[in-house]
């Protein structure tokens, strides 16, 4: 295990496309999405367990799930919970954790990863990751890792490497924002571009250098703050500090204006579980082809369904196909798997009619 890793574990979005079990007081990351007894959260923090050491992962969230985090994952101490009091997109975040870890170890070497995500094969993961760990320790560059496209999706970014570089890590041409479908179509017929998974390495002293040359007033506003880091004084200083931070993205703020970044195509499968149709795709189906979590299902001329519901609850369906069952307590949801980019419109009007306790 080397102690030169770090790992920045993003776990501070609602999720609003898994409503109504991911809502913005228990977002999807803390739920078992693919009913396997472990959370998103669990999961993302097992994979990374596995070649960074324990202490090292650090826990990025907003501050009301500060408890949710220290229920589902006993072996992280409250300082390795690095709590935000506005939400500020992801560029302010990692660079704060940049700054922490920098301050406890200047050879650091961090992962920012999702909290969120589906990733199978463990050991390829954790195989690429230190590919990119390597190469990162050997000049200041940073390091993403891509998805080959298997689709054109319009849901996802995309990052456009250079076609004359060979195999393994190749140099970023530029990251391309959401496509529509046709140009998502010549994106895959060129064939040097991959998804963008939002999973990237860099050292410490890297990506704290781009944010001075490219982010100078995000650097100074945190950097003042460096002799409070990791001691009893650094919430004071958060808390005022925070939120005078510009609302920007990582992808904004620093990707896309460095010429020094590379991209590792993936050799593990990857779902960013954006939505109940991506999760149908990835769970088991019966012999009707619906996706069942939870439920006990009788079926009747109804396929390509993904049904959840409480554990054990007996589900019966007759005559739906290719429908979003989801039964939650106070709030029942069946709606076309077809609409599902609308369930964040749903949210907003049952809000609107029935108030935010059901949000």
Not at 312 to 327: C, M
Request: hydrophobic letters at 35%.
């Amino acid at each position: 295990m080397n102690n030169n890793y770090y790992a920045v574990l993003m776990a501070g979005g609602v999720g609003s496309r898994f409503w109504p079990i991911s809502t913005t007081e228990n977002p999807k990351q803390f739920h078992d999405m693919l009913g396997t007894g472990d959370t998103l959260i669990q999961k993302t923090f097992k994979r990374l367990q596995k070649f960074v050491p324990t202490a090292n992962i650090l826990i990025l969230t907003n501050e009301r799930y500060n408890d949710l985090v220290l229920e589902q994952l006993p072996l992280v101490k409250q300082e390795q919970v690095v709590l935000e009091p506005a939400m500020r997109n992801t560029a302010p975040c990692i660079l704060y954790a940049a700054l922490k870890i920098q301050k406890m170890n200047p050879n650091g070497l961090m992962i920012v990863a999702p909290s969120d995500h589906w990733i199978e094969d463990e050991e390829a993961f954790a195989k690429d990751v230190t590919t990119c760990f390597k190469k990162c320790e050997e000049g200041d560059v940073l390091c993403t890792l891509g998805i080959q496209p298997t689709f054109p999706n319009t849901g996802f970014g995309y990052i456009e490497f250079e076609k004359s570089e060979a195999q393994g890590l190749k140099k970023v041409h530029q990251f391309r924002e959401k496509p529509d479908y046709e140009t998502a179509k010549e994106f895959l017929a060129q064939g040097n571009f991959l998804w963008n998974a939002g999973i990237f390495m860099w050292s410490v002293k890297t990506i704290v250098n781009a944010f001075k040359n490219f982010q100078p007033t995000q650097y100074s506003l945190f950097e003042s703050g460096i002799s409070c880091y990791n001691n009893t004084d650094e919430k004071e200083f958060i808390q005022e500090n925070y939120p005078k931070a510009e609302n920007i993205s990582i992808d904004y703020a620093i990707l896309e204006r460095s010429k020094s970044i590379f991209v590792l195509p993936a050799t593990f499968d990857w779902n960013d579980l954006g939505t109940w149709g991506s999760l149908y795709d990835k769970l088991d189906k019966d012999t009707d082809n619906n996706a069942v979590v939870g439920s006990k299902v009788i079926s009747q001329d109804a396929h390509g369904n993904m049904i959840r519901s409480p554990k054990d609850k007996i589900v019966v369906v007759d005559g739906l196909e290719n429908y979003i069952i989801v039964d939650k307590e106070e709030v029942l949801l069946i709606y076309p798997k077809s609409k599902e980019q609308d369930i964040k419109q749903v949210l907003t009007k049952v809000k609107s009619t029935f108030g935010d306790q059901y949000a």
